[in-house]
């Protein structure tokens, strides 16, 4: 190993990116599944060519479709390994929040020099199962409170109001996918903003990324 690369891996702070995908199986009509494997692949091949000094991409997807399953355990994205997601079963969203934030507020996992995580919720229904207790205890948790959050919610049946809950700002926007090629647009924003941030001088501040395609509006 090289000097340059040694200094940089063990310079380097971990950036967390996690990502709550509901795989209920609504997910499994009209290609939104299929569209949502090939966003999530490729926002994390793109993160694979991320490299800096200051900030290491790590990567997890937590997804909530019958149960709530750590699908990609956190780790270096240049390191992860994708297997597609199925669809089935309804929405257990809240115990989706919980697993989030089991996750980012273990320190072996995410250690105390991580910058502060990403948080990006996806659905297309309404939760199943009691989520506001869990969403508060998330939002209220030193991690998850301090997280950048963004959400998306696809179709005309997903819950809008839980979703905005989920970004605690009145201001911050739910994006929106009628269809599934959409769902791809949005990860591509997802992939700009926290690669932005891994480039910038301080990645704890939010950095704006352009819409990819000029100007589109999910």
Same mark, same amino acid.
């Given at each position: 190993?090289?000097?340059?690369?040694? $200094?940089?891996?063990?310079? !380097?702070?971990?950036?967390?990116?996690? +990502?709550?995908?509901?795989?209920?199986?609504?997910?499994?009509?009209?290609?939104?599944?299929?569209?949502?494997?090939?966003?999530?692949?490729?926002? +994390?091949?793109?993160?694979?060519?991320?490299?800096?000094?200051?900030?290491?991409?790590?990567?997890?997807?937590?997804?909530?479709?019958?149960?709530?399953?750590?699908?990609?355990?956190?780790?270096?994205?240049? =390191? %992860?390994? @994708?297997?597609?997601?199925?669809?089935?079963?309804?929405?257990?969203?809240?115990?989706? $929040?919980?697993?989030?934030?089991?996750?980012?507020?273990?320190?072996?996992?995410?250690?105390?020099? %991580?910058?502060?995580?990403?948080?990006?919720?996806?659905?297309?229904?309404?939760?199943? =199962?009691? @989520?506001?207790?869990?969403?508060?205890?998330?939002?209220?948790?030193?991690?998850?409170?301090?997280? $950048?959050?963004?959400?998306?919610? +696809?179709?005309?049946?997903?819950?809008? !109001?839980?979703? #905005?809950?989920?970004?605690?700002? !009145?201001?911050?926007?739910?994006?929106?996918?009628?269809?599934?090629? #959409?769902?791809?647009?949005?990860?591509?924003?997802?992939?700009?903003?926290?690669?932005?941030?891994?480039?910038?001088?301080?990645?704890?501040? !939010?950095?704006?990324? %352009? =819409?990819?395609?000029?100007?589109?509006?999910?």
């Amino acid at each position: 190993m090289s000097k340059l690369k040694e $200094f940089t891996t063990q310079a !380097a702070r971990p950036l967390p990116v996690v +990502i709550l995908a509901d795989v209920s199986g609504s997910m499994g009509v009209d290609g939104k599944i299929q569209a949502l494997n090939l966003a999530v692949r490729e926002m +994390i091949d793109a993160f694979k060519d991320e490299d800096d000094l200051r900030s290491e991409i790590h990567v997890s997807v937590i997804t909530f479709g019958g149960k709530a399953n750590v699908h990609l355990p956190l780790g270096r994205a240049a =390191d %992860a390994s @994708w297997t597609d997601l199925g669809a089935n079963g309804g929405t257990p969203m809240g115990a989706a $929040f919980d697993l989030t934030r089991t996750l980012v507020e273990d320190r072996n996992t995410v250690p105390s020099r %991580a910058y502060r995580p990403t948080l990006v919720l996806v659905s297309d229904g309404q939760p199943t =199962d009691e @989520w506001k207790q869990q969403l508060d205890a998330l939002l209220k948790s030193e991690r998850g409170g301090k997280a $950048f959050r963004m959400a998306l919610a +696809i179709g005309a049946d997903a819950d809008h !109001a839980v979703l #905005q809950e989920f970004l605690a700002d !009145a201001e911050a926007r739910v994006y929106r996918a009628d269809e599934a090629r #959409q769902i791809r647009k949005f990860f591509q924003l997802v992939t700009m903003s926290v690669s932005a941030r891994s480039r910038s001088a301080n990645p704890n501040v !939010a950095a704006p990324a %352009a =819409d990819p395609n000029g100007g589109w509006d999910l």
